[in-house]
């Protein structure tokens, strides 16, 4: 397996795998990050984005399996720039999963949303997003590339959790009603990717998140209770949000409910943390 960009959800991924069965390798930013992967037996690659080096164009074109998760940027997704063409001609590629994200579908006004809802993307990242998964499809399309797109909710987990915001003391309980917020823990990315690994069906797109959309103020308040401390003030969203930064107001302007369907019947996952609760209590676990 080759992944662009081996980050939170790759990592995850990563761990699932057995390694006795795969050989990864893949890319980074960061030369500290490198040198740690490949301690643990990853071969890893300082990439900048741009043009690909001939050991990484070899890489490419040993590999079966391809993941990305690099995000896409102002003039495109740099993948699809950099190695579309390398990825067109890939001489035993089986499966390319790319990471997008369920902000595609913009707001429904709390509605659900499932893989036919069409897009309809409200911020300039959404729409970037938009713009590199048809980049994508259409390299299945017109190329016969297996291209798998799978659009991830909110994702947390170990080090990474509303635990470090409370721990912190900046952690916020904000009242807006009938606003939800899907989510997804990072073992349960690695799980479905795992799932669609041995269960092909290139040109699929799959959300993924678990099973009880819940506002942000409950999990907030239910992560307090779990470390024995006492919950932040709920305060009016109306009353906070010209106080808010541009990033922290686009997280409020949508509001979906996110179906997890296709994965649970077309895939056969089964969530280890189907709720916010259940994988809170195993991140803390793992703490204590």
Known sequence: MFCFGIGFSAEALIRYLSTADWTVSGTVRDPE?????????????????KALSPALVAKLNASSHLLISVPPGEDGDPVVSAAGDIIRNMPSLNWLG???????????????V?????????????????AAEQAWQALHDNDAVPVHIFRLAGIYGPGRSVFDQIRARNAKRIDKPGHA????HVDDIARVLAA???????GAVYNVCDNEPAPPAEVTNYACALLGKESPPLEDFAAVKDRMSPMALSFWQDNRRVDNTRIRKELGVRLRYPDYRSGLQEILSLEE
């Open 181 to 184: 917020f899907s989510r997804i």
């Open 196 to 202: 669609s690994i041995s269960k092909p069906n290139p």
């Open 33 to 49: 990050k490198a040198r740690r992967l490949i301690a643990a037996g990853v071969d890893a690659h300082v990439w900048d984005g």
């Open 114 to 130: 499932n893989e036919t809802t069409p897009l309809n993307p409200s911020s300039e990242r959404s729409q970037r997003r938009v």
């Open 98 to 112: 790319y990471l997008s994200t369920t902000g595609v579908y913009g707001d429904s006004n709390g509605a659900w």
